[in-house]
């Protein structure tokens, strides 16, 4: 069934967008008190609620024009693709000054410096669907808590208490994950990753994304000594960030009930940042997003994917390839099928602390006269 646009030219999502912009701006933003009527009235699967169907839906709990909502990443996020392409030189110049202040990062990253230049979109995505799930479990929207940054959050804790020894402590050591950056002995690293293998995760396998991506990767094996691994740190430093964020706690059960609103938050802050004049802030969010990357080691909740790998994805590629302002929700929710309701996942994202995505609406006269005329 047709929703927006014709099944048959879905990239006429360009157009429409930029038939909405010009010359006058015809969107207005979906304001909190709208996103929480949305989120309490919005039932089922995405691709089989009523809010997001050819009709359109009501504008307000009192507001009965119809209208079409239309999602897009920040825009922070396309002026980092800019930077780039545009300054691609003077950038690795940064980054590389900044990370010889970072224990252990030159040796991590040598040979493998272009990586730096590089955002694993795929990684970020399911990083930003584990941070969803976990606050909509928070907030009653569903069961999944985004278990996957749970089980990252309880072996990086546990490989750190494991080559620490008997002298580590919770509240001492709650950010002193510098030791992991000097190496992690071959029995520490079986120890380990023996309980987890029977756990349906297998740690020797993020030694692979190092092969592929150095900069998100967790983890690298050292060549002359295969017996001994060491920890990425711009991992290490995400890990001191969320531990300041929590106010120096090192609990993994306590860490697991917040972590979504946390890492959200950071990444949030670092977005804001990049609207600032510090010459240095585009090299410090790389880094930032290569650490919340490679922090992240699980890949396994299907569902938690679909509401971010997929959702967020889907959209730095409709705008980063293709330039799309912003895309219809009607016709997302369609292909998608996230398995979760999507007003909920849109009042995550759309949330003022982080504002992953702006959120607006269009009036469905306006649309479907533009529609009409492509």
Same mark, same amino acid.
């Given at each position: 069934?047709?929703?927006?646009?014709?099944?048959?030219?879905p990239?006429?999502?360009?157009?429409?967008?930029q038939?909405?912009?010009?010359?006058?701006?015809?969107?207005?933003?979906?304001?909190?008190p709208?996103?929480?009527?949305?989120?309490s009235?919005?039932?089922?699967?995405?691709?089989i609620?009523?809010?997001?169907k050819?009709?359109?839906?009501?504008?307000?709990k009192t507001?009965s024009?119809?209208?079409?909502d239309?999602?897009?990443?920040n825009?922070q996020?396309?002026?980092?693709?800019?930077e780039l392409?545009? @300054?691609t030189?003077d950038?690795?110049?940064? !980054?590389?000054q900044?990370?010889? %202040? $970072?224990?252990?990062? #030159?040796? /991590?990253?040598?040979g493998?410096?272009?990586?730096?230049?590089?955002? @694993?979109?795929?990684?970020l995505?399911?990083v !930003?669907?584990?941070?969803?799930? %976990? $606050?909509?479990?928070? #907030?009653? /929207?569903w069961?999944?808590?985004?278990?996957?940054?749970?089980v990252?959050l309880?072996?990086?804790?546990?490989?750190?208490?494991?080559?620490?020894g008997?002298?580590?402590?919770?509240t001492v050591?709650?950010?002193?994950?510098?030791i992991?950056?000097?190496?992690?002995e071959?029995?520490?690293?079986k120890?380990?990753g023996?309980?987890?293998?029977?756990?349906?995760f297998?740690?020797?396998?993020?030694i692979?994304?190092?092969?592929?991506?150095?900069?998100?990767?967790?983890?690298r094996?050292?060549?002359?000594?295969?017996?001994r691994y060491y920890?990425?740190?711009?991992a290490?430093?995400h890990?001191k960030s969320?531990?300041?964020?929590?106010k120096g706690a090192?609990?993994?059960e306590?860490?697991?009930?917040?972590?979504?609103?946390?890492t959200?938050?950071?990444?949030?802050?670092?977005l804001r940042d990049?609207?600032?004049s510090?010459?240095?802030?585009?090299?410090?969010?790389?880094?930032k997003?290569h650490?919340?990357?490679a922090?992240?080691?699980?890949?396994?909740?299907?569902i938690?994917?679909?509401?971010g790998?997929h959702?967020?994805?889907?959209?730095?590629a409709?705008?980063?390839?293709?330039k799309v302002?912003?895309?219809?929700?009607?016709?997302?929710a369609?292909h998608?099928?996230?398995g979760?309701?999507l007003?909920?996942?849109?009042?995550?994202?759309?949330?003022?602390?982080?504002?992953?995505i702006?959120?607006n609406?269009?009036e469905?006269?306006?649309?479907?006269?533009?529609v009409?005329?492509?």
């Amino acid at each position: 069934m047709r929703r927006v646009l014709p099944d048959k030219n879905p990239t006429f999502d360009y157009q429409l967008w930029q038939s909405i912009i010009r010359p006058n701006p015809k969107y207005q933003q979906v304001r909190k008190p709208e996103r929480d009527w949305l989120a309490s009235i919005d039932r089922g699967s995405s691709e089989i609620s009523d809010l997001w169907k050819r009709e359109g839906r009501q504008l307000s709990k009192t507001d009965s024009t119809k209208v079409f909502d239309f999602i897009s990443i920040n825009d922070q996020f396309e002026s980092l693709v800019d930077e780039l392409k545009m @300054n691609t030189l003077d950038l690795k110049n940064r !980054i590389e000054q900044k990370i010889k %202040n $970072i224990p252990g990062a #030159e040796s /991590f990253i040598e040979g493998e410096e272009n990586s730096l230049l590089e955002i @694993n979109w795929i990684i970020l995505g399911r990083v !930003i669907g584990a941070a969803v799930a %976990n $606050i909509g479990a928070g #907030e009653d /929207f569903w069961r999944q808590t985004g278990n996957d940054s749970y089980v990252a959050l309880r072996f990086w804790a546990d490989l750190k208490r494991e080559v620490k020894g008997k002298a580590y402590d919770a509240t001492v050591d709650a950010d002193d994950y510098t030791i992991l950056a000097q190496g992690i002995e071959g029995d520490n690293w079986k120890t380990v990753g023996d309980y987890y293998r029977q756990n349906n995760f297998d740690p020797d396998s993020e030694i692979l994304r190092s092969i592929a991506h150095r900069a998100s990767s967790p983890f690298r094996q050292e060549n002359n000594h295969p017996n001994r691994y060491y920890a990425n740190p711009f991992a290490i430093a995400h890990q001191k960030s969320l531990s300041a964020q929590f106010k120096g706690a090192d609990d993994p059960e306590e860490l697991a009930k917040s972590h979504g609103r946390l890492t959200l938050e950071l990444l949030g802050s670092a977005l804001r940042d990049l609207k600032g004049s510090d010459l240095d802030r585009f090299a410090n969010f790389v880094i930032k997003i290569h650490g919340m990357c490679a922090f992240h080691i699980v890949r396994t909740d299907i569902i938690q994917q679909k509401i971010g790998l997929h959702l967020f994805s889907n959209l730095v590629a409709r705008r980063i390839e293709r330039k799309v302002g912003a895309s219809n929700v009607p016709d997302i929710a369609k292909h998608l099928k996230t398995g979760f309701s999507l007003a909920k996942v849109l009042k995550i994202l759309s949330d003022k602390n982080h504002k992953i995505i702006e959120w607006n609406s269009v009036e469905k006269e306006i649309v479907d006269k533009i529609v009409n005329g492509l």
